[in-house]
C-alpha cells in the first residue's frame, strides 16, 4: 500500500517498503515549510543521502506531503553512489577520527576543514567536487612554494584530499556533469535542476507521473481531451535518438490547489473503506453514477467542515476524479478518452516501465505515466468483478470489455505464470461510434468501388470471413459491415468479449441482439460455451449472425449451422489469418472442420497493415476480397478455389477490380444476381449496381468535406443514408422497370444535400 504518514508522526520519520523487487523508502515531509526537492534544497539533499547511507539497497524515494514526490531509481541511483562515497570515507577510511587526523596534524583547522568537505559532500556533491580541487591546487602550491609548517602532515593532507577527490570524480553525478560544471557553479543549485526531476503525484493516487517536460525535446503537437468539467493536455514530443515520440500528458488531478489536494485525499480515506461487492458491478454505469453522487456530497460536507469555498464546477472535477482513483481505473481512464490512441500497454514489472500507447498519427509513443502495483491489483479486482472471469495462476489470462463515459475498449489482463513478473495489461480502444464504409473510404483502407462491393454482397446475404493479423483492423471493418444490413432486418451477435458496437446500432434503431460466451482462453465460469451459443442462436428466429471472433471449438457449430441452410441472412466473422489459403488451414487443420464444411464460406476479406519504406510508420488496408468456389474436393489452393474480386496494388495504394471480376466470372456475384428481377443473366446491370454503390459511398465523404459536416460520414447517418438509397432504387424500379442507376444517384444526391443541410 502507499504510505500514509499517522498524524503526528515525526518530521523525515521513513519507512521503507519492498515491492516487486524493488526498496522504496518513504519519507514525511508533511509539516515542512517548502517542497522537498532534491535539486533546490541542499537539507534535502543532505538527508537524502544519509538515508542511502543506512538503506544502501533502495532504488526509489519517495517524500510524502500533499503531494507525493517520487525520485526515480536512476536519479537515487545517483546519490547511493555519493552515499557509498560518504560511508567510505567516514566508515572505512575514518577520515575524521582522532588516529586519521594525528596524519593531519591534529589541528582544529584541519578538522573543521574536513568536517566541512564531509558536510558539503552530501549537500552539494558538485560544490565539494570544485571545493576540494581548488583546495588542493592551493595546498600543492603552498607546499612547492615551502610555506608549510610540518610538510609531512601537509603530503599526508594532500593525499587524503586527493583520495576524497578521485572517488568524487569517478561518481556518475560527476561525470555527466562534466561539461555543465564551471567555476561559477559552486554554490549555486541549478545545474541540478537537470538532474534530480521527481514524478509528482497527489496523495490520493499511486500512479507516479513525471510531469515536467523531458529536455532536449522537440515539441511536435498539442492538443487537449475534453471531458465532462475536466480538460486534459496531451503534449507530443520527440527526443533525440528516441524512435519513439514522447505522449506527455498533464491531468486536471496534478494541477489542483493544496486544499484540492486535503479534501481528495480525506475523501479516498473514506471511499477506501468500501469493499465493493460483485453485484454492484453488473451495472458499471450506474455503480458510477451513484458514487459519484456520494462521493460530490461527501466533498460538499468536507469542504464546508475545511472552511474550503467549493464552486459547482470545481466540486464536479473534484468529485469524477475521487471516483476515478477510487472505484476506477484512474489515469488509464482519461487515456482511453483520447480518441486518438488505439492501443495502451503496461508492461510487467509493472512499477518499472511506463505506459506505451499506439497514437494514430505518431505511432508507437512512450507516457509519462508509471503505473503502480497497488493500481494494478486494484484493476485486476475490478476486471474479475467487472467480467465474472478468474484471473489467477489456472486462468493466467482475463479477456473482458471495459466501457465509461465516453470510451470503450477490450482489455487483456494477463498474470504469473505466463506473465514471469506479475501482471500486465493490454488496452484495445474501441472508436466512440463505430466505423463505416465512408469512413474507411476517407482513410483510404478501401475505395469507393470496394465500398460499393462489400455493400452488394451484404445486401446478398453471403457468408463471409473477415481475416487478418493482430491491430490489421479486422473487428472494424466487420463492425461497418454491421451497418450495410438492413435494420428491418434481425442480427444476433455472439462474442466472448464485447467489441462490436451492439449499442450503437441499437440506439439507432437496429433489431439487434448480443449475446456474450465463454472465452476460449477461461475455464471455472458460468458462461455459456461459444458453440451453445451459436446453436441457441439458431432457435431465436430468421437473424444475420456475427461472430466476433472465430478462434475455437464454435467453429464446427458456425459451419453446421451454414452448411445446413439455417440462416438465409448475412454470416459473417472475424478470423486470424494473412491469406485465403491461411484462413482454409486455420479453419480445417486448426479448428477440426472438415475441408468440404469449408465451401459453406462465401468470401474471405482480408486486411492486413502497410509498412512504409521506412519502416516507422504503418497503415491499415483492405488487401484482398477473395470468393470461395465450391468445385475443389480436397485443397481449394490446388484446384483453383479461391479467386480474387479485387487485390491491393501497393504502388499506387490502391485495391483494384481484378479480370475475373470485371469479365462476371464471380459465381458468388451470379448466385445473387440470381435471385434479382432484372439481374439473372445481365451482369452489365449487376456490375453497374455495384459502381452505383460505390459513388454513393464516395459522395457521402466529398458531401461532408463540401458542407463541413464529417458527423454524415459517421454511423447514424450512414444508416439513413442507406435506408434511403434502398427506398429511392426500389422507387426507380418501378417507375422504369428496373433500378437505372444514373436515375437513382441523381435521386438520391439530391436527397443527400438536402438532408445533409439539416443533420
Not at 57 to 69: A, E, H, K, L, P
Not at 342 to 368: G, M, S, W
Not at 410 to 415: D, F, H, K, L, P
Not at 710 to 720: G, K, Q, S, V
Amino acid at each position: 500500500m502507499n504510505v500514509i504518514f499517522k498524524k503526528g508522526s515525526a518530521l523525515y520519520a521513513t519507512e521503507l517498503e519492498r515491492k516487486e523487487g524493488e526498496d522504496v523508502l518513504y519519507i514525511n515531509a508533511i509539516g515542512t515549510p517548502f517542497v522537498p526537492t532534491i535539486a533546490e534544497n541542499a537539507d534535502i539533499m543532505s538527508r537524502t543521502i544519509d538515508f542511502l547511507a543506512e538503506n544502501p539497497n533502495v532504488s526509489r524515494i519517495i517524500f510524502v506531503q500533499q503531494r507525493n514526490y517520487s525520485y526515480p531509481s536512476k536519479q537515487i541511483l545517483l546519490l547511493g553512489e555519493i552515499a557509498r562515497v560518504y560511508n567510505f570515507l567516514t566508515k572505512q577510511e575514518e577520515i575524521l577520527s582522532p588516529r586519521k587526523l594525528s596524519l593531519y596534524g591534529s589541528t582544529p583547522e584541519v578538522h573543521e576543514d574536513l568536517q566541512y568537505l564531509v558536510g558539503l559532500l552530501k549537500q552539494h556533491p558538485i560544490g565539494c567536487y570544485l571545493e576540494i580541487k581548488d583546495r588542493i591546487r592551493d595546498l600543492k602550491k603552498q607546499l612547492e612554494q615551502g610555506e608549510a609548517t610540518n610538510r609531512s602532515n601537509l603530503i599526508n593532507y594532500i593525499r587524503i584530499l586527493e583520495r576524497f577527490f578521485d572517488l568524487l570524480e569517478n561518481t556518475k553525478l560527476i561525470k555527466t556533469s562534466l561539461s555543465l560544471i564551471t567555476e561559477s557553479a559552486f554554490g549555486k543549485r541549478e545545474i541540478y535542476k537537470s538532474i534530480f526531476r521527481p514524478e509528482v503525484l497527489p496523495n490520493f493516487t499511486f500512479t507516479r507521473l513525471a510531469a515536467q517536460i523531458p529536455k532536449d525535446a522537440e515539441l511536435i503537437d498539442q492538443y487537449e481531451i475534453l471531458g465532462d468539467e475536466e480538460k486534459t493536455v496531451v503534449t507530443i514530443l520527440k527526443r533525440k535518438n528516441d524512435s519513439k515520440h514522447f505522449y506527455h500528458i498533464m491531468p486536471p488531478e496534478y494541477i489542483l490547489s493544496e486544499e484540492h489536494h486535503m479534501l481528495l485525499n480525506l475523501g479516498r480515506n473514506v471511499l477506501s473503506e468500501h469493499r465493493p461487492k460483485a453485484e454492484e458491478f453488473t451495472d458499471p454505469e450506474r455503480t458510477r453514477n451513484v458514487f459519484t453522487n456520494i462521493a460530490r456530497d461527501m466533498l460538499s460536507e468536507l469542504s464546508k467542515s475545511k472552511g474550503i469555498n467549493l464552486n459547482h464546477r470545481e466540486l464536479i472535477t473534484l468529485s469524477k476524479i475521487l471516483v476515478r482513483h477510487t472505484i476506477g481505473f484512474g489515469l488509464i481512464e482519461l487515456l482511453l478518452m483520447d480518441s486518438k490512441l488505439q492501443d495502451i500497454v503496461l508492461n510487467a514489472p509493472i512499477t518499472q516501465n511506463p505506459i506505451f500507447v499506439r497514437h494514430e498519427e505518431y505511432d508507437e509513443c512512450v507516457t509519462n505515466i508509471i503505473p503502480s502495483f497497488e493500481d494494478a491489483n486494484s484493476w485486476a479486482a475490478k476486471l474479475r468483478l467487472l467480467s465474472g472471469r478468474p484471473l489467477d495462476e489456472a486462468n493466467p489470462v482475463l479477456d473482458t470489455d471495459l466501457s465509461f463515459e465516453n470510451a470503450r475498449a477490450r482489455v487483456a489482463a494477463t498474470t504469473q505464470p505466463l506473465s514471469p513478473k506479475g501482471l500486465a495489461y493490454a488496452f484495445r480502444r474501441h472508436r466512440d461510434q463505430p466505423w463505416t464504409l465512408p469512413l474507411f473510404i476517407n482513410n483510404k483502407m478501401i475505395n469507393s468501388f470496394t465500398a460499393g462491393l462489400l455493400s452488394f454482397l451484404i445486401d446478398g446475404s453471403r457468408t463471409l470471413l473477415v481475416a487478418g493479423t493482430r491491430s490489421s483492423g479486422k473487428t472494424s471493418l466487420l463492425g461497418s459491415l454491421m451497418l450495410e444490413i438492413l435494420p428491418k432486418f434481425r442480427t444476433i451477435v455472439i462474442e466472448d468479449t464485447l467489441e462490436l458496437p451492439v449499442e450503437t446500432l441499437r440506439k439507432i434503431g437496429y433489431d439487434i441482439l448480443s449475446l456474450k460466451v465463454r472465452s476460449a482462453l477461461t475455464s471455472g465460469t458460468t458462461e455459456v460455451e461459444a458453440s451453445e451459443g451459436i446453436r441457441a442462436s439458431l432457435r431465436l428466429g430468421d437473424s444475420a449472425l456475427i461472430i466476433g471472433e472465430v478462434r475455437s471449438e464454435e467453429t464446427k457449430a458456425l459451419y453446421e449451422a451454414m452448411r445446413v441452410g439455417a440462416l438465409a441472412n448475412v454470416v459473417a466473422g472475424t478470423i486470424h489469418g494473412d491469406s485465403p489459403y491461411g484462413v482454409f488451414d486455420r479453419v480445417v487443420n486448426d479448428l477440426g472442420v472438415q475441408p468440404t464444411s469449408f465451401k459453406a464460406t462465401d468470401l474471405i476479406i482480408l486486411t492486413a497493415p502497410i509498412k512504409t519504406p521506412d519502416g516507422l510508420h504503418s497503415m491499415k488496408r483492405v488487401v484482398q476480397v477473395t470468393e470461395v468456389r465450391k468445385h475443389w474436393n480436397k485443397d481449394p489452393l490446388d484446384e483453383k478455389g479461391f479467386v480474387d474480386l479485387v487485390r491491393y496494388n501497393v504502388e499506387k495504394d490502391e485495391l483494384i477490380p481484378t479480370d475475373e471480376l470485371i469479365n462476371g466470372d464471380s459465381e458468388i456475384i451470379k448466385s445473387i444476381a440470381g435471385n434479382v428481377k432484372g439481374w439473372a443473366g445481365n451482369w452489365d446491370a449487376v456490375y453497374d449496381n455495384i459502381l452505383l454503390r460505390g459513388k454513393v459511398k464516395q459522395e457521402i465523404v466529398i458531401a461532408a468535406e463540401k458542407l463541413n459536416k464529417p458527423e454524415l460520414m459517421e454511423a447514424p447517418f450512414n444508416t439513413i443514408a442507406n435506408g434511403a438509397f434502398h427506398r429511392i432504387s426500389d422507387q426507380v424500379r418501378q417507375d422504369l422497370g428496373i433500378p437505372k442507376s444514373d436515375e437513382v444517384f441523381s435521386k438520391w444526391k439530391e436527397w443527400l444535400y438536402k438532408e445533409g443541410e439539416k443533420f
